[in-house]
């Protein structure tokens, strides 16, 4: 009796760490800093929603938190990560500069819509669902 729950308890062990594992790889893929190449939804050309700069996102190795620039404006904001499954929360305190081309609003709407995500190799596509709703490239 005593070998079976010893073998049970091993093999929990093996899968939560094979999982949690998993896991690391898929966010280790995310380290580093991310530019905006796309973007869906507006029916205004990308140049025009960023005519000086294009957002930014950086990533930690173990993130919990995403920060960047939004095109003119630095924010921060609260990521959870499971597997390929994406989070993100609103964005905490902002700059409040003035932004010409409205791709402010735009990029920090399309944050709050990610629920996956994918990295095919420096390619970063935020997802809703199956639809892309933007695309980085790694810096």
Wanted: hydrophobic share 35%; aromatic share 8%; proline share 5%.
């Amino acid at each position: 009796m005593k070998t079976i729950i010893f073998v049970m308890l091993f093999s929990v062990s093996a899968l939560t760490a094979c999982n949690m594992r998993k896991h690391d790889q898929s966010a280790q893929k995310l380290t580093g800093q991310w530019e905006l190449n796309y973007i869906t939804g507006p029916r205004i050309a990308f140049n025009g929603l960023y005519p000086n700069a294009k957002p930014i996102i950086n990533f930690k190795e173990n993130p919990e938190e995403i920060n960047g620039n939004t095109s003119c404006n630095g924010f921060s904001c609260k990521l959870t990560i499971d597997g390929n499954k994406m989070t993100i929360a609103e964005p905490g305190p902002m700059t409040m500069r003035y932004c010409e081309g409205g791709g402010e609003k735009v990029f920090l709407d399309m944050l709050k819509k990610v629920n996956a995500y994918e990295v095919k190799e420096n390619t970063l596509t935020m997802l809703q669902g199956d639809l892309p709703l933007m695309r980085f490239t790694k810096k």
